[in-house]
């Protein structure tokens, strides 16, 4: 299998759609565990929903493995939303591995390749868990003593739900011979399974009409989930009005469109079902159950019919009987006992006639419990998944009212014929779009075109200043000077608005964090509660890329090395479970994000010991270190300091990443840490990292940007404060003492004299003065990176093109604050010190 | 057979009168948004109704939506732009019986007036 025959945009679409479902269905299932009671069912719903819209488009492009292991994991996932009692850790680990799959199976798509099939044994997990014990349990419970449907209403409820799952099919009176081979017969692509629903004609419709019909499928099955939801909401005292609400406005919506198409016995059939919807709260509850069934016998149908739909076709069905039973049952009377009891929707289909008459029931039919678990016997021995399930199911079907309880809605609605047609796809079902998705690299474009147009400006600004000092009409230079500053307020907006379009809010990384770290508490065996604030902060998208490492590398850390275990916690009076805090917000021209812990803190000592053994500073150097500069070890490549490694963090790859990606957003990091409190790393990046505002200054024969960011205050040094200590050059500002570096020096370039200009910058705590012979001015400068063997050990962040067109070296601040810190502390090598 | 044709545009009402006029339709009423047409269609009790889409004051799909919540039951024909033409969705669900897409041409609209009339009469 290839995927050629997927149509690119769709391919795209559904890879950018499901990756999202995906981040979505992380964050539920964690939130699951902790939920509140009340809250379970509406996740478990939306970890649901997120994966039968995958499974459903997967089927729509015929992306088998896909689809196969996705309706394994449903059918884990439908058992739970029966019944909650059996959600255990180890349930939500296979549930979570199994997205991990997932995720991994369009990553493969991504890269153009097929997608491998779900671990085997992952898949057998998820059966287990399908067909777990309590399930049993819970049908017998279900089976009442004489036999009769249950006359509870929860237990219609559950019943019901059972049913918008696997409907089998019925290939009108031949499912009682049909053998086993129907099954691979039924797997070959789409040759007409619609066919074998029912007698179909071709649609006959206006051409505007036909035109929608794109739209309508989607749509149509848009609805009828909203129908299965309501179905949910049904069984529950409580939520039978409200629920019965939403049915009757569902099924309104489906009329019209029905109508709209005039497929006019389906249309007619909604509209049962919106007069039974607003009669639910009245309806006995011996009767729910039959009217649930039915409602969803008639969710299948129109889901058939919206398949049949995408190749024009209309369904035929004798729907009378279906339409009349659900008026009974609205209007508070009693269906026929045996009539009433049918508890699967293959079997009402027979029943009420829809797939062809059956003169009498099956013994079986009237006791859908024992149905049930006969077919939960035959479900685990079922090979694969496919579309074509449903129509397999008919054969057991026949035999007996098969299995509603392994039932998954996705084998009605995802699979069947619209499989492999690969049209429609996740088209929009309409609505009125709100945002659109752009390619990245039309973005990147843009910006880039911007960052010429803010160069091409500043260079016409130039000009305009030059001309004013040239004998030249005052009209014409205070024109031009009048349209510069236009051109001026336009380009920044213009500047701004590219760089909101690139904004994204960093809940993109944060939303992944629970996941990562209730996977790390697990396995470490600690209790580690995370909660994140500001994750609505917005940064650039380049910037988001490369925190997103950085991030999980902190976080981990103090996973793994802040938080003691929970033994260890409470001997040190602690509460067990350890307190990650994750922060973001804004701070001036930057963002903060901070990663708190409550942990045991950083052990000076110990990584000052490391830093030694690995041969990162001398003993005597690092004696005289700042603690923050001791801790700063630890984003050394090669560092690690965990007595034990653990498969999770430790391996001493990684934390470099944190400091070389920091350093890539122009971005500080401070490290705060307390012994036995706590640590606190905090990492501040400006707010947009492509075009910044600098000071354009001279040293020697060449200008150089410093970051306007880092530039603290510009001074002019007179002799009375320039000194030595040490044999170092210092300056002193008010109640300090700096080290004053020696720019010409450093860059090597020729010149007479001391600077005359001291920028004092300044990074975190720290603070130095850089000598410089000439300030220029402020200047806008777009960053073009530079590449890493050209400036290697060279204080260059990357490169800009000036005003006058000539290319200027930006000062990596950071990295020159930091060799003067090293070098005022170790005694008299590197190039300062040699000046 | 009366017809209440809703549009804000004066010019685009008087088209619609003349091809509906052509077409025999004599008993036209007219408003100019959403809430003069409110004002109008309970006293007016149209056969057919003709909705554009974008109108001040009051949009279509606001229209449709309101008169179907009061109870109107008489059919709808929205009239839209091909930009608009993913939105029928919407109207559809709303309550509109068919739709014409703008510019149309007189066979078009008498086209789309003769099935929507016919679909209500033989339900």
Known sequence: ?835 | MKVLLIDDSRTMRNIQKGILTQLGYTEIEEAADGLDALSKVLAFNPDLLLVDWNMPNMDGLSFVKQYRGKGGKAPIIMVTTEAEKTRVVEAIKAGVNNYVVKPFTPEGLSERIRETLDRVAAA
Not at chain 1, 772 to 793: S, Y
């Open chain 1, 1 to 835: 299998m290839s995927l050629d025959g997927i149509n690119p945009e769709l391919r795209q679409d559904f890879l950018t759609e499901s990756s999202e479902l995906l981040e979505q269905l992380d964050s539920d299932l964690v939130a699951l565990e902790t939920a509140a009671e009340g809250e379970q069912a509406d996740r478990l719903n939306s970890v649901f929903r997120a994966l039968h819209t995958i499974k459903g488009a997967a089927s729509f492009l015929g992306i088998d493995p896909l689809i196969r292991f996705a309706h394994a994991a449903e059918d884990a996932l439908n058992l739970l939303r029966r019944d909650r009692t059996h959600f255990t850790a180890e349930v939500m680990d296979a549930l979570l591995q199994s997205v991990d799959v997932l995720r991994g199976q369009l990553d493969a798509m991504g890269q153009g390749e097929w997608p491998p099939e779900g671990p085997g044994a992952l898949i057998e997990t998820l059966k287990t868990i399908a067909n777990g014990q309590p399930l049993a349990a819970r049908l017998s419970k279900l089976q009442p003593a004489d036999g009769a449907p249950g006359p509870d209403c929860d237990d219609a409820g559950l019943t019901a739900e059972d049913g918008d799952a696997v409907v089998p099919v019925a290939v009108p009176g031949d499912g009682a011979q049909a053998e086993p081979e129907v099954e691979d017969e039924a797997q070959a692509p789409s040759n007409g399974v619609t066919e074998s629903y029912a007698p179909s004609e071709p649609l006959e419709l206006p051409p505007q009409k036909l035109d929608l019909i794109e739209f309508m499928v989607a749509d149509l099955h848009e609805q009828i989930s909203g129908i299965h939801q309501a179905l949910t909401e049904v069984a529950g005292h409580a939520t039978r009005h409200e629920a019965g609400a939403a049915l009757a406005e569902t099924a309104a919506d489906l009329h019209k469109t029905l109508s709209f198409f005039e497929l006019d016995g389906l249309a007619a059939l909604a509209e049962a079902v919106r007069n039974a919807g607003e009669k639910l709260p009245d309806i006995e509850c011996e009767q729910v159950a039959g009217l649930v069934i039915r409602i969803e016998a008639v969710s299948w149908l129109i889901e058939r019919q919206a398949e049949a739909l995408s190749e024009r076709r209309r369904l035929d069905w004798p729907l009378r009987t279906l339409q009349q039973r659900i008026e009974t049952i609205a209007a508070g009377e009693q269906l026929d006992g045996a009539v009433a009891g049918v508890a699967d929707v293959p079997m009402v289909l027979r029943v009420d006639g829809v797939l062809g008459e059956v003169a009498s029931l099956p013994a079986e039919a009237s006791q859908p419990s024992q149905a049930a678990q006969s077919a939960e016997a035959v479900e685990p021995e079922d090979g694969p998944y496919s579309p074509s399930d449903a129509v397999a199911g008919v054969i057991g079907g026949a035999g007996g009212g098969d299995a509603a309880s392994t039932a998954s809605p996705g084998a009605a609605g995802g699979g069947g014929p619209a499989a492999g047609t690969g049209n429609g796809g996740g088209a929009g079902g309409g609505g009125v779009e709100a945002t659109i998705r752009v390619e990245v690299a039309r973005l990147e474009s843009l910006l880039n075109l911007v960052g010429q147009m803010v160069l091409a400006k500043n260079q016409l600004m130039a000009i305009g200043r030059r001309v004013a000092e040239q004998p030249v009409p005052q009209d014409l230079t205070e024109t031009l000077a009048a349209a510069n500053s236009d051109l001026d307020r336009l380009t920044g907006e213009l500047q701004v608005n590219v760089m909101r379009a690139r904004m994204q809010p960093l809940s993109k990384l944060f939303d992944r964090y629970p996941r990562v770290i209730r996977d790390l508490a697990r396995s470490t065996e600690k209790k580690i509660r995370l909660d994140i604030e500001g994750k609505q902060t917005e940064v650039d998208k380049s910037v988001l890329e490369l925190l997103a490492d950085p991030l999980i590398h902190i976080l981990r850390n103090s996973a793994d090395h802040g938080i003691e275990g929970p033994a260890e916690r409470r001997d040190a009076g602690k509460a067990e479970a350890g307190h990650i805090r994750l922060v973001a917000e804004h701070q001036g021209s930057h963002v903060r994000i901070a990663i708190e812990d409550d942990g045991r803190g950083i052990n000076r000592e110990v990584i000052a010991a490391k830093a030694v053994e690995k041969g990162l500073a001398s003993a005597d150097v690092v004696s005289q270190m700042s603690d923050e500069d001791v801790y700063r070890f630890i984003f050394a490549p090669g560092f690690s300091t965990a007595a034990q490694v653990s498969d999770l963090s430790g391996r001493g790859v990684g934390m470099d990443v944190v400091n070389s990606n920091v350093a890539k957003m122009n971005g500080q990091i401070n490290i705060a840490s307390r012994q036995g409190k706590g640590t606190t790393i905090e990492i501040l990046i400006p707010l947009t990292v492509a075009i910044m505002p600098a000071m354009m200054v001279r040293i020697g024969a060449h200008m150089y940007a410093i970051p306007l960011q880092s530039i603290v205050e510009i001074v002019r040094p007179e002799d009375t404060i320039r000194g030595k200590v040490q044999g170092k050059p210092v300056m002193r500002l008010r109640d300090s003492v700096l080290p004053l570096v020696n720019m010409r020096a450093v860059l090597d370039e020729e010149g007479e004299g001391e600077g005359r200009f001291a920028v004092v910058v300044g990074v975190g705590g720290q603070r130095a003065g850089l000598a410089v012979d000439r300030l220029i001015g402020q200047q806008e400068v777009v960053i073009k990176p530079l590449d890493d063997a050209d400036t290697q050990g060279g204080p260059f962040s990357g490169a800009t093109i000036r005003e006058d067109g000539d290319v200027s070296l930006i000062l990596d601040i950071v990295q020159l604050i930091r060799t003067t810190q090293t070098e005022s502390s170790a005694s008299g090598t590197g190039p300062a010190a040699a000046a």
